[in-house]
């Protein structure tokens, strides 16, 4: 059974810092770009961040510079380092591959920023 199970969240200040970690189980993602998505309340889920089989990383302008994503594909984990947060970070944060279609989607970590 194929199962990606997102962990890591929390309630945190503005400024401080995070590390959200996906672990996948029943499939092989170290040949899969993966990716960390965001859903706020009231909007659309959005691309947060990606990492190439090879390590190379994209980020949404939003997060660049202040979020870094690294894998372990000995640990199946996908994890997302989140520094200087900003109360508009505020989300259920998820994590999948790029591939079409998707793993099945976690439940999600919620990450919560306070002014």
């Known amino acids: 059974q194929v199962q990606l199970v997102e962990s890591g969240g929390g309630l945190v200040q503005a400024g401080g810092s995070l590390r959200l970690s996906c672990v996948a189980s029943g499939t092989i993602i170290s040949y899969n770009t993966m990716r960390w998505y965001r859903q706020a309340p009231g909007n659309q889920r959005e691309l947060v961040a990606g990492?190439?089989?090879?390590?190379?990383?994209n980020y949404a302008d939003s997060v660049k510079g202040r979020f870094t994503i690294s894998r372990d594909n000995a640990k199946s984990t996908v994890y997302l380092q989140m520094n200087s947060l900003k109360p508009e970070d505020t989300a259920v944060y998820y994590c999948?591959?790029?591939?079409?279609?998707?793993?099945?989607w976690g439940q999600g970590t919620q990450v919560t920023v306070s002014s």
């Open positions: 999948n591959r790029m591939a079409r279609p998707p793993l099945p």
């Open positions: 990492i190439s089989p090879g390590g190379n990383t």
